[in-house]
């Protein structure tokens, strides 16, 4: 038995997640005091320090005694006794946000005791909710949702990542890649990969693929997909611990053993 009311937990970050979106479209019309991180492609503007924070007091007003991991580090506790850690993304995408682009979205993943329960993944330029919980299913805009299973890499819209941002990694992968590209229906690269995750449930995407990725990235987009029948590892096949950074094959149940071979070999 969980010690914890889940359908609470639920509403109140779906709540949460909905005013973080709808934050970020009034946000947007500010000067958004861009800044760079690790590189000149790596953007952090005042909106994503800003919900991160609003998330966090949120949550915290809430339930005093969970721990948060989000991208800006916002959350300065231990939580390496935390029962119940949150792992939060404020703006996945913020590329795409700065360019008025569209296609970013809230990231929000609520896991208890090591139990991934909760993954919420919000775009709110289509008012679009994806909602994973454990035991419950997924669920899009309310409406129960399974993936479709579909056999064919030849049929597939990959989405990937791997061209850009590390380029050791560019080096390693862009021979498989340029395979996929040749045996797949096409592959895309859209900046947002919470919300990539999210459309392979519902099929506008057939798989997604990222070298390296963090936590607050992945997390609530892992349990969506999961919860709707989708597979989620690391690019050998591995089991993905959700607080820990990696590469990401997310995928249709159907081409997963033919996707991981292509990369693999
Ligand atoms: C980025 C996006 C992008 C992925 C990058 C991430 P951010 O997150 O998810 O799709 O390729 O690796 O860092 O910085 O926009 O939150
Ligand atoms: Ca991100
Ligand atoms: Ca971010």
Redesign the pocket.
Known sequence: MLNINVNELGSFATKLAKEAGRLSIVLREKPLELQTKRSAS??VTFV?KYIEEYLINEILKKYPDHGVIG?EGTFKKDISNTETVWII?P??????FVHDRGH?AISIAIVHKDIELIGIVYDPIHDELFYGEKDKGAFYNDKKIEITSKSSIQESLIGV?MFW?NPKTKEQMDSRIIKLARDSRGLRI?????L?ICHVALGRLDAYI?A???P??FAGGKIFLEQAGGLVTHIGGDKINIKSQGSIVACNPGIQKKLLSILEN
Do not use: V
Not at 91 to 96: A, E, F, M, R
Not at 190 to 194: F, L, M, Q, R, W
């Open positions: 790596d953007l994503d991208e993304d703006i996945d995408g913020t590329t795409n970013y990542i941002d859209n900046g947002c990969a919470s990539d990222s390296i990725l963090q607050w990235d």
